[in-house]
């Protein structure tokens, strides 16, 4: 199963926008090629002080549903801007409620 890590940043000001993007492609990530699928980095279309560190997963969400990786990302951008950190996962119409 696939399932997705989600950082937003809603960043203090344009300052701190141009700082997270400098800080977001100099971070070199750790070897996770059998788990993580991708890593990228969005910005809002129409709020430009938001942006968004999406990764991609494969497997098994871990127990504590947010990944180590993610909660270090999600730290290291604090400095930014508020931080709103969800972990979430596609839905299928064949899954049943509870």
């Not at 800080?23 to 968004?52: C, E, G, I």
Request: a positive charge; glycine letters at 4%.
């Amino acid at each position: 199963m696939d399932w997705f890590e989600i950082i937003h940043i809603r960043l203090f000001s344009q300052k701190e926008r141009q700082a997270a993007m400098r800080a977001y492609y100099q971070m070199s990530l750790p070897d996770l090629r059998d788990a993580m699928k991708s890593v990228r980095l969005l910005q809002d279309v129409l709020l430009d002080t938001d942006l968004r560190i999406v990764i991609e997963w494969h497997g098994k969400v871990t127990k504590k549903a947010k990944s180590a990786l993610g909660l270090q990302l999600a730290s290291a951008f604090t400095e930014f801007g508020r931080i709103n950190h969800i972990v979430c996962k596609e839905c299928s119409i064949s899954e049943r409620s509870s």
